[in-house]
């Protein structure tokens, strides 16, 4: 069965900051890896989607990682600013690329 | 390009009731996930819609039960409602059922 887990569940940054968000899970047979951002209350966001054949994928200030065979993946934020403030959920599907399964997240709030 | 839609935007209804839900994926994606995640914890699979067949299911009672329309739209359906249902109800869409989640902005459930 697989299951997710984010690391740390909550995070405080003062604006500018570099941060890493952690993902890990128990089965490394995925199909891919998905990270979302969730404001208070709303849907999810897709960021980034890293295959199970890729080690990472980039967007603007993104940038994340696949470790499939240490079941990990990081989420890393460049020059963070308050507008990054949301929940931030990885998910990972299984293969054939059914029944994505999310962590809890990590509640980031970057101070101004 | 409408992305997902999902009616009503909150509901609020009475244990033992039931309830529907409806979602309408993004254009050119054929495939509907439904989630339930409530406050502070990370969305749980319940089930996953492709070609109006039911394929993958959560860990969740026969109570929730669901539909897949020709046009791809889909309606989850809820009996006896509990008290524990109370959640935010996410419908995600993608195209044969592979591609990256898109998720709609929900539908807020509260069972009193």
């Known amino acids: 069965k697989q299951e997710v887990t984010q690391i740390p569940a909550a995070l405080s940054v003062p604006e500018g900051e570099n941060l890493v968000l952690n993902c890990s899970f128990t089965?490394?047979?995925?199909?891919?890896l998905q990270w979302f951002r969730q404001d208070p209350g709303k849907g999810l966001t897709s960021l980034l989607l890293i295959q199970s054949s890729q080690r990472e994928q980039t967007s603007g200030r993104l940038n994340a990682s696949l470790d499939k065979s240490s079941g990990r993946s990081t989420l890393y934020i460049a020059a963070s600013q308050p507008g990054d403030s949301a929940t931030y959920l990885c998910a990972v599907s299984g293969t054939g690329g059914f029944k994505t399964i999310f962590g809890a997240g990590t509640r980031l709030f970057v101070k101004a | 390009d409408a992305g997902v839609t999902q009616s009503p935007t909150h509901l609020i209804k009475t244990r033992g009731q039931q309830v529907t839900l409806r979602c309408s994926p993004k254009?050119?994606?054929?495939?509907v996930s439904w989630y339930q995640q409530a406050l502070g914890q990370g969305p749980q699979f319940i089930f996953q819609?492709?070609?109006?067949?039911?394929?993958q299911r959560g860990n969740f009672p026969d109570r929730f039960s669901g539909h897949q329309f020709p046009n791809y739209s889909s309606e989850l359906n809820v009996n006896a409602l509990l008290l524990g249902d109370s959640a935010l109800y996410l419908c995600a869409s993608s195209f044969q059922y592979r591609s990256p989640l898109h998720f709609g902005n929900g539908t807020r459930l509260t069972v009193t």
């Open positions: 819609y492709y070609e109006e067949e039911e394929r």
């Open positions: 254009s050119g994606h054929d495939t």
């Open positions: 089965d490394s047979a995925i199909y891919n």
